[in-house]
């Protein structure tokens, strides 16, 4: 059985780890969005440390950020093995809910958001997982968010 612990902390744009911003601003060049990095509403970073059990075991360790500005939701995951990778949606192109509400979570516990609807980077609707542990700055996170996308959808 796979064990992960996560730690989730409130941080600035400016205290984010310089890879996960180099791939937040390569993706938003690559599709035109502009200044994505400025009004926002609340930054995350997530530690993720997975350790695997059996032959092929060993420990991976992720590291995550996501942010909410009035009109985006932006996350960015890198790891060991892979270079940081940048996703965009709107706000009013997703859904967002808390993965222990979903049945997924009775198959398989985590801690995080499920996203679904139109991404930036695809031409149709996906779903994601975003990472953000149940202390107190996941928690305010998800708060921040949820009154986000309620301002949104009344645009």
Known sequence: MNMTSRKTRACTLEKKDEGLKAAIRAHGIKYGLGDIE????????????????????????????????????????????????????????????????????????????NVTGRYTDRNRTGITFIVLDSEPDGQKFRQVLDEALKRASKR
């Open 38 to 113: 400025s009004d926002v509403l609340m930054c995350c970073e997530t530690i993720s440390v997975q350790q695997k059990k059996g032959l092929l075991g060993g420990i991976k360790t992720t590291l995550s950020a996501v942010y909410v500005t009035p009109k985006w939701l932006v996350w960015v995951d890198s790891n060991e093995r892979n270079d940081a990778g940048a996703s965009t949606a709107q706000l009013k192109h997703i859904d967002v809910r808390d993965y222990q509400t979903t049945a997924s979570y009775a198959i398989m516990p985590d801690q995080g958001l």
